[in-house]
């Protein structure tokens, strides 16, 4: 049993009495859509009405910059620091300053990969020169570590296997006292499927290796534990973690103080202030912070009265948000199959532990352009394409041109939108024939 697989042990949260109507009463953007279903949420989720206020009281508010003796800008100070204990609480990090805020999780997965290319090129034995990476991410984890080569960086690759997963026992063999970094996702962006990092955060360890992790596609579907998973640098983007658009950073206090980065020479040389050059979208920040705080919410609900902790509430707001999707999965799987759809990834659903509600898939007959146009005709929003992953794209068969079709689904889709996707799905194979 891996780390995704282990009972939520929380009462109540079940899939079966999951408050999803109550839920979806919170966020402003359901309400105004009508009849309009979101099924391509990991292209950036909807938000709550405490996101959307947030933002619009820190405009209202905060609108300064921050770091002067007066009490607006006072606030824009305390907003941030706010918000980086809340995601620290969200991440389990070991300190708040280990989190630094940002424009998206590309632009830290160059920070980081950009200082470690320097720490390369500078050391003279280049002990340490591999970098592991995989074929199952989204590009942006993939070609900023290439682009390490020219420092001299050899990168090895783990490639997934043709079940849709990334194998644990395959990274074993790649590891040794050459490996400086692996990195790789937690939860596929495009496939679903989701990876025991844990195991890979211990196998690491075991040769004195970093482990980088992308975490932007499993934010939204359960927790996140940087203690438990071992790892050094994790990335995640709060547009898909029901904030708005903006990313940050986590990474191991001294990893990041070891870190080479750009910044101004009156900036301490410490993380977060070395790593958040200039002026970021404060804003944002404290919209992520409410984000944070509706989780918890969420959260108590499924907790027996009494005093909880913060994280305590944030478990049980991923266990059950975890049990709901898996049942979520299972249904939008089953309906796939009945349409004669090519799955790309898990499909067995003996094994829906090991995924998130996310799947790519292809119809004969029909191109995944003209599905994506048919649905959003019928007031269906989901993704057609290659998901930013042209190496993945190769290994399933696909042409970057065409690639396949994506829904994804998050804790606020309900088995109903499900059932229509069935007969929108339905109307438009019955034309073909």
């Not at 509706?294 to 948000?321: N, T, V, W």
Request: charged residues 25%; contains cysteine; proline residues 4%.
């Amino acid at each position: 049993m891996n780390q995704h697989q282990k009972s939520t042990g929380f009462g109540g949260g079940t899939a079966t009495n999951f408050p999803v109507d109550e839920i979806r009463a919170m966020f402003p953007a359901l309400r105004k859509a009508g009849d309009f279903i979101f099924l391509d949420n990991a292209g950036g989720a909807q938000v709550p009405q405490a996101v959307v206020d947030a933002v619009a009281n820190h405009l209202v508010d905060f609108n300064v910059q921050r770091m002067a003796k007066y009490r607006h800008s006072q606030g824009v100070d305390r907003n941030i620091e706010e918000a980086r204990e809340s995601v620290a609480m969200l991440v389990n990090a070991y300190r708040p300053d280990e989190i630094s805020f940002g424009m998206n999780a590309t632009s830290f997965i160059r920070l980081v990969s950009v200082g470690i290319g320097k720490m390369l090129a500078n050391s003279p034995e280049m002990e340490r020169d591999e970098i592991v990476i995989t074929d199952m991410d989204h590009d942006a984890n993939i070609a900023t570590w290439l682009a390490l080569e020219a420092d001299g960086a050899r990168i090895v690759w783990w490639k997934m296997r043709e079940d849709g997963e990334l194998h644990v026992e395959d990274l074993k063999p790649l590891l040794n006292d050459r490996t400086r970094l692996v990195a790789c996702t937690v939860t596929a962006h495009s496939i679903g499927t989701m990876v025991d990092v844990a195991r890979v955060g211990r196998l690491a360890r075991e040769v004195g290796a970093e482990v980088f992790l992308d975490c932007v596609h499993y934010g939204p579907h359960a927790l996140i534990d940087v203690q438990a998973w071992g790892c050094d640098y994790l990335v995640c983007s709060g547009y898909k973690n029901f904030s708005p658009h903006m990313g940050f950073l986590w990474g191991r206090y001294e990893a990041l103080r070891r870190l080479p980065t750009f910044k101004e020479d009156f900036i301490p040389d410490v993380p977060p202030y070395k790593i958040e050059v200039g002026t970021f979208c404060h804003e944002n920040v404290a919209g992520m912070n409410a984000a944070v705080h509706y989780l918890e919410d969420l959260g108590r609900r499924f907790l027996p009265a009494g005093d909880h902790s913060r994280r305590e509430a944030l478990a049980a707001a991923m266990a059950a948000i975890r049990e709901y999707e898996i049942m979520l999965a299972g249904r939008m799987i089953a309906v796939l199959k009945k349409h004669g759809a090519t799955i790309y990834g898990i499909s067995d659903e003996s094994r829906l532990n090991n995924r998130v509600p996310t799947i790519c898939f292809n119809i004969a007959g029909i191109a995944p352009q003209e599905m994506a146009a048919e649905m959003g005709e019928a007031g269906i929003g989901l993704r057609d394409g290659h998901m930013f992953s042209p190496r993945l794209m190769a290994r399933l068969g696909l042409s970057m041109e065409h690639g396949a079709v994506r829904v994804s689904l998050v804790h606020y889709n309900k088995v109903e939108e499900i059932d229509r996707f069935d007969r929108v799905l339905g109307e438009i194979l019955s034309r073909r024939k």
